[in-house]
């Protein structure tokens, strides 16, 4: 999924979700731009909620912020300033409430879960309402965890409830081993930027990014940050790119269904030829040699 400017989606209460030990009761993404009213409207009436008031929720939310900055408190926390890198969680019957800064806004992820599996991985990692914010910094494999949860929600392939279920357990796993992470060792500048700069691509997949203005966002030229880049990762900010996306395009050709057009459209390729030649040349072999057989089983 290349996350639109909003997409959310609840779910209902399905029958045996209780067995599994953790639910998904809703999941989604918010480009939210400088100045907008926030939060937006269209949620449930039991979600909604106004900065005077607040709200409480009866389950837990896990909230990642990618980009902008905001404000977030509880009654049980007090007020924290949040950045790009933060994930912070929403507390079943804590009082709370946040939003984004009029001039910066933000992009948010989050996933509401429940379920005495969820209850006890929270416990195990020592998370507290006390101290709900978490600097986790920009991980690619963390945000891949939210984006599964909302790809699936989005396709409900069979069974779907169940995969959201544990993929929401996942969230709470990596956050423990970031929170591990960091604690042992940091990361240089050099390496923070390209941390960065492989998460917006990420969240770009479905389309193209102007590399002069990442590295000026990152406050790097762009020749600085193509070298720090290829020093970390062995290939240049656009090789990387295109691997992302023909990664992506393998596993949607395998299990997916899709036809070749609409997985070329959907990552944001010129033409499904030029989609179609750098996908041989890249992996030995056409599109349609690894593409899902139609009418097979689908994946999540």
């Known amino acids: 999924m290349n996350p639109k400017r909003r997409f959310f989606r609840y779910l209902p209460a399905y029958a045996g979700m209780e067995e599994w030990g953790a639910r998904v009761l809703d999941a989604g993404f918010t480009n939210v731009l400088p100045g907008a009213e926030y939060p937006a409207p269209g949620h449930p009436e039991d979600h909604h909620f106004s900065w005077e008031n607040g709200r409480r929720l009866s389950a837990y939310t896990f909230i990642y912020i990618t980009s902008g900055a905001g404000v977030f408190e509880s009654e049980a926390s007090g007020t924290a300033a949040i950045s790009a890198g933060n994930v912070f969680v929403l507390f079943p019957g804590v009082w709370h409430r946040f939003r984004p800064l009029q001039e910066s806004g933000w992009d948010e992820y989050w996933v509401e879960c429940e379920g005495s599996a969820i209850d006890s991985a929270v416990e195990r990692i020592g998370l507290e309402a006390a101290n709900p914010v978490i600097d986790v910094g920009h991980d690619d494999a963390f945000l891949r ?72 966002d990152l406050g790097m030229s762009y020749s ?77």
């Open 224 to 300: 600085s940050f193509r070298r720090v880049f290829r020093k970390e990762t062995g290939l240049s900010p656009g090789s990387y790119f295109i691997e992302m996306k023909m990664n992506r395009a393998r596993q949607l050709l395998a299990s997916t269904g899709k036809t070749i057009q609409e997985i070329s459209d959907l990552l944001g390729f010129e033409s499904v030829y030029y989609f179609s030649r750098l996908f041989k040349a890249r992996n030995g072999m056409p599109p349609s040699a690894t593409r899902k057989p139609p009418g097979a089983a689908g994946g999540g």
């Open 145 to 216: 965890c939210f984006l599964n949860i909302l790809e699936t929600v989005e396709a409900e392939p069979p069974g779907f409830e169940a995969i959201v279920g544990l993929r929401s357990l996942e969230i709470i796993a990596r956050l423990r081993s970031l929170r591990m992470i960091a604690a042992e060792q940091g990361f240089t500048p050099g390496q923070k930027a390209v941390k960065q700069s492989i998460l917006k691509m990420r969240e770009n997949l479905g389309g193209t990014l102007e590399w002069d203005e990442l590295a000026k």
